[in-house]
Protein backbone atom coordinates (compact mmCIF):
# COMPACT_ATOMS: atom_id res chain seq x y z
CA UNK A 1 0.00 0.00 0.00
CA UNK A 2 1.48 3.34 -0.79
CA UNK A 3 1.35 6.56 1.54
CA UNK A 4 1.19 10.02 0.39
CA UNK A 5 1.89 13.00 3.05
CA UNK A 6 -0.85 15.52 1.81
CA UNK A 7 -1.57 17.42 5.03
CA UNK A 8 1.56 19.25 6.47
CA UNK A 9 1.55 19.86 10.27
CA UNK A 10 0.76 23.48 9.41
CA UNK A 11 -2.38 22.41 7.98
CA UNK A 12 -3.63 19.80 9.95
CA UNK A 13 -3.19 22.52 12.88
CA UNK A 14 -5.34 25.36 11.09
CA UNK A 15 -7.79 22.79 9.94
CA UNK A 16 -8.52 21.30 13.64
CA UNK A 17 -8.42 24.93 15.37
CA UNK A 18 -10.61 26.26 12.62
CA UNK A 19 -12.91 23.27 13.20
CA UNK A 20 -13.10 23.88 16.98
CA UNK A 21 -13.44 27.69 16.96
CA UNK A 22 -16.46 27.53 13.40
CA UNK A 23 -18.21 24.95 15.89
CA UNK A 24 -17.65 27.54 19.08
CA UNK A 25 -19.25 30.29 17.02
CA UNK A 26 -21.60 28.06 15.57
CA UNK A 27 -23.04 26.96 19.03
CA UNK A 28 -22.27 30.30 20.40
CA UNK A 29 -24.41 31.90 17.31
CA UNK A 30 -27.24 29.52 17.88
CA UNK A 31 -27.28 30.33 21.23
CA UNK A 32 -27.92 33.94 20.94
CA UNK A 33 -30.41 33.40 18.10
CA UNK A 34 -32.90 31.48 19.51
CA UNK A 35 -32.55 32.67 22.72
CA UNK A 36 -31.36 29.02 24.31
CA UNK A 37 -30.10 29.87 27.72
CA UNK A 38 -29.62 26.59 28.53
CA UNK A 39 -27.45 25.71 25.66
CA UNK A 40 -25.67 29.06 27.01
CA UNK A 41 -26.65 32.08 28.92
CA UNK A 42 -26.65 34.99 26.40
CA UNK A 43 -24.73 36.99 28.43
CA UNK A 44 -21.78 34.45 28.30
CA UNK A 45 -22.66 33.80 24.52
CA UNK A 46 -21.79 37.46 23.37
CA UNK A 47 -18.10 37.70 24.56
CA UNK A 48 -17.19 33.74 23.47
CA UNK A 49 -19.02 34.67 20.10
CA UNK A 50 -17.17 37.79 19.44
CA UNK A 51 -13.50 35.93 20.84
CA UNK A 52 -14.30 32.95 18.28
CA UNK A 53 -14.99 35.58 15.79
CA UNK A 54 -11.68 37.27 16.03
CA UNK A 55 -9.66 33.72 16.08
CA UNK A 56 -11.55 32.65 13.18
CA UNK A 57 -10.26 36.22 11.45
CA UNK A 58 -6.49 35.19 12.61
CA UNK A 59 -7.32 31.53 11.72
CA UNK A 60 -8.73 32.58 7.87
CA UNK A 61 -5.32 34.90 7.44
CA UNK A 62 -3.28 31.96 8.41
CA UNK A 63 -4.96 29.50 5.55
CA UNK A 64 -4.25 32.32 3.30
CA UNK A 65 -0.87 32.74 3.89
CA UNK A 66 -0.42 29.12 4.73
CA UNK A 67 -1.87 27.94 0.87
CA UNK A 68 0.46 31.01 -0.59
CA UNK A 69 3.84 29.91 0.59
CA UNK A 70 3.50 26.19 1.71
CA UNK A 71 2.73 24.66 -1.57
CA UNK A 72 -0.66 23.67 -0.70
CA UNK A 73 -2.21 26.53 -2.83
CA UNK A 74 -1.54 24.65 -6.10
CA UNK A 75 -4.60 22.35 -4.75
CA UNK A 76 -7.10 25.04 -5.09
CA UNK A 77 -6.32 25.41 -8.42
CA UNK A 78 -8.62 24.40 -11.26
CA UNK A 79 -8.45 23.04 -14.51
CA UNK A 80 -11.61 24.72 -15.86
CA UNK A 81 -10.54 22.52 -19.64
CA UNK A 82 -11.58 19.48 -17.71
CA UNK A 83 -13.75 21.04 -14.89
CA UNK A 84 -16.98 19.99 -16.43
CA UNK A 85 -16.02 16.55 -17.14
CA UNK A 86 -14.49 16.21 -13.87
CA UNK A 87 -17.78 17.52 -11.91
CA UNK A 88 -20.03 15.53 -13.88
CA UNK A 89 -17.65 12.08 -12.91
CA UNK A 90 -17.52 12.94 -9.63
CA UNK A 91 -21.21 14.30 -8.91
CA UNK A 92 -22.32 11.17 -10.99
CA UNK A 93 -20.38 9.23 -8.38
CA UNK A 94 -21.57 10.54 -5.32
CA UNK A 95 -25.34 10.04 -6.42
CA UNK A 96 -25.13 6.65 -8.18
CA UNK A 97 -21.70 5.02 -8.70
CA UNK A 98 -20.91 5.36 -5.27
CA UNK A 99 -23.82 3.08 -4.44
CA UNK A 100 -23.24 0.47 -6.74
CA UNK A 101 -19.68 -0.17 -5.84
CA UNK A 102 -18.07 1.35 -9.04
CA UNK A 103 -14.41 2.45 -8.74
CA UNK A 104 -13.63 5.92 -7.13
CA UNK A 105 -13.40 8.35 -10.37
CA UNK A 106 -10.33 10.50 -8.98
CA UNK A 107 -6.95 9.27 -7.92
CA UNK A 108 -5.91 11.30 -5.48
CA UNK A 109 -1.44 12.41 -6.27
CA UNK A 110 0.76 14.29 -4.75
CA UNK A 111 0.23 17.25 -7.56
CA UNK A 112 -3.79 16.64 -7.33
CA UNK A 113 -5.33 15.51 -4.04
CA UNK A 114 -8.51 17.26 -4.18
CA UNK A 115 -11.25 16.33 -6.69
CA UNK A 116 -13.09 18.99 -8.83
CA UNK A 117 -16.20 19.23 -6.16
CA UNK A 118 -13.83 18.48 -3.06
CA UNK A 119 -11.80 21.58 -4.67
CA UNK A 120 -14.74 23.85 -5.87
CA UNK A 121 -16.92 23.38 -2.08
CA UNK A 122 -13.62 24.44 -0.59
CA UNK A 123 -12.41 27.38 -3.04
CA UNK A 124 -16.57 28.11 -2.45
CA UNK A 125 -15.80 27.91 1.73
CA UNK A 126 -12.59 29.68 2.02
CA UNK A 127 -12.35 32.46 -0.18
CA UNK A 128 -15.91 33.56 -0.75
CA UNK A 129 -18.47 32.17 2.78
CA UNK A 130 -15.53 32.59 4.84
CA UNK A 131 -14.31 36.16 4.12
CA UNK A 132 -18.15 37.61 3.66
CA UNK A 133 -19.05 35.97 7.11
CA UNK A 134 -15.79 37.34 8.67
CA UNK A 135 -16.58 41.36 6.81
CA UNK A 136 -20.18 40.99 8.17
CA UNK A 137 -19.23 40.11 11.37
CA UNK A 138 -16.79 42.98 11.75
CA UNK A 139 -19.13 45.06 10.11
CA UNK A 140 -21.70 43.53 12.85
CA UNK A 141 -19.41 44.30 15.81
CA UNK A 142 -18.84 48.32 14.61
CA UNK A 143 -22.09 48.75 13.47
CA UNK A 144 -22.29 52.10 15.48
CA UNK A 145 -19.90 53.70 13.20
CA UNK A 146 -21.65 52.90 9.95
CA UNK A 147 -24.50 54.74 9.21
CA UNK A 148 -27.96 53.77 10.28
CA UNK A 149 -29.59 53.66 6.89
CA UNK A 150 -28.81 52.37 3.31
CA UNK A 151 -31.09 52.94 0.51
CA UNK A 152 -34.07 53.34 3.57
CA UNK A 153 -32.97 50.12 5.11
CA UNK A 154 -31.73 49.99 8.76
CA UNK A 155 -28.14 49.00 8.31
CA UNK A 156 -27.62 46.95 11.06
CA UNK A 157 -30.58 44.85 10.00
CA UNK A 158 -29.42 44.05 6.53
CA UNK A 159 -25.81 42.85 8.27
CA UNK A 160 -27.60 40.76 10.38
CA UNK A 161 -29.98 38.90 8.15
CA UNK A 162 -26.26 38.56 5.98
CA UNK A 163 -23.95 36.68 8.56
CA UNK A 164 -27.34 34.90 9.83
CA UNK A 165 -27.68 33.43 5.75
CA UNK A 166 -23.51 33.28 5.76
CA UNK A 167 -23.95 31.21 9.27
CA UNK A 168 -26.79 29.01 7.71
CA UNK A 169 -24.77 27.98 4.60
CA UNK A 170 -21.08 27.38 6.10
CA UNK A 171 -23.27 24.75 8.57
CA UNK A 172 -24.81 22.83 5.84
CA UNK A 173 -21.33 22.86 3.92
CA UNK A 174 -20.51 21.46 7.35
CA UNK A 175 -23.01 18.84 7.30
CA UNK A 176 -22.07 18.29 3.69
CA UNK A 177 -18.45 18.00 4.33
CA UNK A 178 -18.62 15.58 7.12
CA UNK A 179 -20.72 13.17 4.84
CA UNK A 180 -18.58 13.65 2.11
CA UNK A 181 -15.14 12.75 3.69
CA UNK A 182 -16.90 9.69 4.63
CA UNK A 183 -16.33 8.58 1.08
CA UNK A 184 -13.04 8.02 0.77
CA UNK A 185 -11.30 4.24 -0.07
CA UNK A 186 -12.69 3.69 3.32
CA UNK A 187 -15.07 5.66 5.43
CA UNK A 188 -11.99 6.87 7.71
CA UNK A 189 -9.38 6.95 4.87
CA UNK A 190 -10.07 10.79 5.01
CA UNK A 191 -10.02 11.54 8.73
CA UNK A 192 -7.21 9.27 9.12
CA UNK A 193 -5.60 11.50 6.64
CA UNK A 194 -5.87 14.87 8.11
CA UNK A 195 -5.16 13.17 11.39
CA UNK A 196 -1.95 12.11 10.39
CA UNK A 197 -1.18 14.01 7.31
CA UNK A 198 -0.57 10.69 5.57
CA UNK A 199 -3.04 9.21 2.91
CA UNK A 200 -3.05 5.40 2.44
C1 LIG B 1 -15.85 18.53 12.87
C2 LIG B 1 -15.75 19.10 11.72
C3 LIG B 1 -14.85 18.73 10.58
C4 LIG B 1 -14.34 17.51 10.21
C5 LIG B 1 -14.56 16.16 10.87
C6 LIG B 1 -13.53 17.72 9.04
C7 LIG B 1 -12.81 16.75 8.36
C8 LIG B 1 -11.98 16.96 7.28
C9 LIG B 1 -11.17 15.96 6.63
C10 LIG B 1 -11.11 14.50 7.05
C11 LIG B 1 -10.52 16.52 5.61
C12 LIG B 1 -9.55 15.82 4.66
C13 LIG B 1 -10.25 15.25 3.48
C14 LIG B 1 -10.33 16.21 2.36
O1 LIG B 1 -9.31 16.77 1.96
O2 LIG B 1 -11.44 16.40 1.86
C15 LIG B 1 -10.88 17.92 5.59
C16 LIG B 1 -10.39 18.87 4.72
C17 LIG B 1 -10.77 20.19 4.71
N1 LIG B 1 -11.67 20.79 5.55
FE1 LIG B 1 -12.64 19.92 7.10
N2 LIG B 1 -13.57 19.05 8.71
C18 LIG B 1 -14.37 19.70 9.64
C19 LIG B 1 -14.67 21.05 9.68
C20 LIG B 1 -14.27 21.96 8.72
C21 LIG B 1 -14.68 23.35 8.69
C22 LIG B 1 -15.60 23.99 9.73
C23 LIG B 1 -14.09 23.90 7.60
C24 LIG B 1 -14.14 25.30 7.09
C25 LIG B 1 -14.82 26.27 7.62
C26 LIG B 1 -13.30 22.86 6.94
C27 LIG B 1 -12.56 23.06 5.80
C28 LIG B 1 -11.78 22.11 5.20
C29 LIG B 1 -10.89 22.39 4.09
C30 LIG B 1 -10.70 23.72 3.39
C31 LIG B 1 -10.25 21.18 3.80
C32 LIG B 1 -9.18 20.94 2.73
C33 LIG B 1 -7.82 21.33 3.29
C34 LIG B 1 -6.70 21.12 2.28
O3 LIG B 1 -6.27 19.99 2.15
O4 LIG B 1 -6.28 22.10 1.65
N3 LIG B 1 -13.45 21.70 7.64
N4 LIG B 1 -11.79 18.14 6.61
Do not use: C
Not at 4 to 12: E, G, T, V
Not at 36 to 43: E, T
Not at 190 to 197: E, H, I
Amino acid sequence: MSALYLYPLWLRTWHWLNAILFLTSLVTGIAMHFSLSWLMPFDLAVPVHNASGVLLTLSWIAFLIGNLIGGNGKHYRLNFRTLPRDLYAQVRYYSYGIFVNEPHPFQVSAEHKLNALQALSYIGVMYMLMPLLIVSGWAFLFSVHLPERVFGVGTVWIIAMLHLLLGWMMLLFLIVHTYIITTGETPMTNLKAMLSGWHK
